[in-house]
């Protein structure tokens, strides 16, 4: 047993960066509860006496309550929480439908908040633990045809931003990853992807070289998820983990121009902003 071997819960645990992050707890010693599609799941991750898989869509809040009622049962306590899992709902906003935006919040943010709510009572009573959220660098900065998905993952950083507060009183730390482009499988359809369901005229030829843009980067993304699982286990070790973690060169490139541009639009309206008080 390692010194500091701890329990990882790892939502979409069946491909993408779950297989990855689980990949990495295991061979770093610790013990995972992988949840998702269960024979996905034992593909993917095979087995081991540390390692639990349990069917979970993060949907239904009573799933999370039995995953991890099932953790609990096996493992005793649960130590970090990786709300990995997620889908992508791609197109111009006027294109992606109402039920197709509301799809998208219900597995990444309310997903999330529901394996949250079932996991920390366990957390409060072990008055220790670690909730980690993957975001996006979409959840920082917007972008064309992304509308419904960078929707979803800048509520999520509010969310997770404003748990921190809620939680540090009982030693649960929290921490949001925000990736850039890694080689998984959210560009894949029938995967991951969803396209919108709409068709405008006006975005007609827009959506016709936009879509084959995003289907060639499947397989040519930079990132390498497995180097991204080994890091995120390193940055949960941490006696003060992040609050936020950027994750891949283009993340960072893209965020740190983002808070550039912030200043520079507060500093081009300065005066105008800081006397807005009533005269005294």
């Given at each position: 047993m390692t010194e500091n071997r701890e329990v990882w819960m790892i939502t979409g645990a069946g491909r993408g960066m779950g297989v990855d992050i689980a990949k990495a707890a295991l061979a770093a010693g610790h013990q995972v509860v992988a949840t998702g599609r269960t024979g996905t799941v034992e593909s993917a991750l095979g087995a081991s006496d540390d390692l639990l898989i349990v069917q979970l869509d993060l949907t239904k809040p009573?799933?999370?309550?039995?995953?991890?009622?099932a953790a609990i049962d096996r493992f005793g306590r649960i130590d970090v929480l990786v709300n990995n899992a997620a889908n992508f709902?791609?197109?111009?906003?006027?294109?992606?439908?109402?039920?197709?935006?509301?799809?998208?919040?219900?597995t990444n943010l309310f997903g999330p908040m529901n394996v949250t709510r079932a996991v920390l009572p366990i957390m409060r009573k072990q008055r220790s633990g670690h909730i980690i959220t993957i975001s996006s660098q979409a959840g920082i900065v917007g972008g064309e045809f992304i509308a419904a998905y960078a929707t979803s993952k800048l509520a999520v950083e509010g969310w997770m931003e404003s748990l921190r507060y809620d939680l540090e009183p009982y030693g649960i730390r929290t921490t949001i990853v925000e990736p850039g482009f890694f080689r998984t499988e959210l560009l894949v359809e029938d995967a991951s992807t969803i396209w919108a369901e709409l068709s405008i005229d006006d975005y007609a030829d827009r959506t016709a070289v936009t879509i084959p843009g995003w289907r060639n980067m499947?397989?040519?993304?930079a990132g390498d998820p497995a180097k991204l699982g080994t890091a995120l286990v390193r940055i949960a070790g941490e006696d003060h983990p992040p609050l936020r973690?950027?994750?891949?060169?283009?993340?960072?490139?893209?965020?740190?121009?983002k808070a550039r541009d912030i200043l520079a639009q507060?500093?081009?309206?300065r005066e105008l902003s800081i006397h807005l008080a009533h005269d005294a």
């Open positions: 009573g799933d999370a309550e039995e995953a991890t009622a709902y791609a197109g111009y906003f006027e294109e992606t439908s109402d039920a197709q935006v509301r799809a998208q919040l219900e499947n397989g040519q993304q973690w950027v994750a891949g060169a283009d993340a960072v490139a893209v965020i740190e121009q507060i500093d081009a309206h």
